[in-house]
């Protein structure tokens, strides 16, 4: 009936207890966790308690909560934060109930706690001046919502303290059926003071930007304040709560921890496999062949692309068993492919993996804008073990070094040509089910059955 969201930075401390107390209510049926990239253990400490963990298409509540709503499996969508624990124990259905029975479209909670600093002195007066007709609620910079997925996906989420002020505000503008319930007292972390600045200047910026859009107002909005940067570089997506470790495991995605590859299954699903097959029998720059291809993403939503994965390509069935024990023996596992890097995230997150290395995939407001980044730790550098300009020993270098590991301490898992390097150079190369003979030969061991089980006899 209810999908719960929660998004996530570093909330190792409360995720669990959030996740539980979402899962404890009759009325949810779905508790997705998108997570920010968090440096800690979040993503693992969610999965373990039962959450659909995907990780957020770029830096920002704003687009992990418009991630979230586009995987939603319901029409009823709910947020809460996933820092606040205890949760007071009607919180769901107080926020839900009003929806479900039709009474309202969009429901905003207000609650007792111990601050509000930029609720009274910013967020507050300037309602007063702008939006009158939103004083009636208490605390509008609540972010302990719920409302219809239909209305959510039509809301441009800002990336910044921002989001809940401007959801708001958008919900007023599309004249939403909307109230205030109170869910009662609330105990979290306030805000140090170098925060509260920022805090207070973003929603202020989003005050009166949505107001001087709405009134189509002749100042410049420039001169009222400078727009937050998004953040757009991809980050080298190792955390740093990692194992204390002196052995690695690298994984290649397509055709060895999946059943298929997600281009293909995306290709099969939109009937564009002669497209596909054009661009590489025509190309021969990998790079322009990335490019290529992922035009054809264009305009397709980040939760369209997580459906495929989630739907039509299976995992190799003993993958998250052998997965957990490689740790538990103190390897540092991650993926390291060419796909794109919303979905190596979130089969990383699925099968408990440490990282994941893919190319970005760039989304705005959560749609793909068909095109992709090449991130530089591909790229040929002084101290590569080979010639080509892009390799995934470059990649298997930089996480080398990071982490002092030996290379000889090192396993690299793959299949085609593309892995060929890497399976070289690792300490122990492994062939999975490959159909590439030149592959096989420079392996070290090969698997002929799609099954990890052998993986743990020499991996000790």
Not at 227 to 256: C, G, H, V
Not at 309 to 326: G, N, T, Y
Not at 350 to 365: A, D, I, P, R
Request: glycine letters at 4%.
């Amino acid at each position: 009936m209810v999908t719960v969201i929660i998004p996530t930075l570093n909330e190792a401390e409360h995720i669990v207890a959030v996740v539980q107390f979402a899962q404890s209510d009759p009325l949810v049926t779905e508790v997705i966790v998108v997570d920010d990239k968090s440096t800690d253990n979040t993503v693992t400490l969610a999965k373990q308690a039962g959450a659909k963990v995907i990780t957020s298409t770029k830096l920002g509540k704003g687009a992990s909560m418009k991630d979230g709503v586009l995987c939603a499996a319901n029409d009823i969508v709910l947020f809460l934060d996933g820092d606040i624990d205890p949760y007071p124990h009607f919180t769901i259905p107080l926020l839900a109930q009003p929806i479900l029975q039709n009474e309202v479209d969009f429901v905003k909670s207000s609650f007792n706690r111990n601050a509000g600093r930029v609720t009274e002195l910013v967020a507050k007066p300037l309602l007063s001046i702008f939006f009158p007709e939103l004083m009636r609620f208490s605390q509008p910079l609540s972010g302990m919502i719920a409302g219809k997925k239909a209305l959510f996906e039509q809301i441009d989420f800002r990336d910044d303290y921002g989001v809940d002020i401007g959801i708001l505000i958008d919900m007023h503008f599309m004249h939403v059926r909307m109230k205030e319930v109170e869910i009662g007292y609330i105990e979290n972390k306030s805000k140090p003071w170098h925060a509260l600045g920022k805090m207070s200047k973003e929603v202020a910026q989003t005050i009166i930007l949505k107001a001087a859009r709405s009134k189509n107002a002749h100042y410049n909005l420039e001169e009222l304040s400078v727009m937050n940067e998004i953040r757009s570089q991809m980050e080298f997506a190792l955390t740093e709560y990692l194992p204390e470790t002196k052995k690695l495991i690298l994984f290649d995605m397509d055709n060895i921890l999946l059943k298929g590859r997600f281009i293909d299954a995306f290709a099969e699903k939109y009937a564009l496999k002669k497209e596909i097959m054009d661009i590489r029998t025509t190309e021969t720059d990998p790079v322009a062949i990335t490019k290529r291809i992922t035009t054809l993403l264009k305009g397709k939503s980040f939760g369209e692309l997580i459906q495929i994965a989630d739907d039509d390509i299976p995992i190799v069935e003993d993958a998250a068993e052998v997965i957990d024990e490689l740790k538990r023996r103190g390897y540092l596992i991650g993926v390291v492919s060419y796909s794109y890097d919303c979905i190596t995230n979130y089969f990383k997150n699925k099968l408990g993996m440490h990282f994941s290395l893919g190319n970005e995939l760039e989304f705005s407001k959560s749609i793909c804008t068909g095109e992709v980044k090449i991130p530089s730790f591909w790229y040929s550098r002084k101290n590569s073990l080979c010639r080509h300009a892009v390799c995934k020993t470059n990649a298997m270098l930089a996480i080398l070094d990071k982490h002092q590991i030996k290379r000889e301490n090192t396993i690299a898992v793959g299949n085609s040509l593309n892995d060929m390097c890497m399976i070289k150079e690792a300490g122990m190369g492994i062939a999975f089910c490959s159909k590439d003979e030149l592959v096989s030969h420079h392996a070290d061991i090969i698997i002929h059955e799609p099954k990890f089980e052998e993986l743990l006899k020499v991996a000790k």
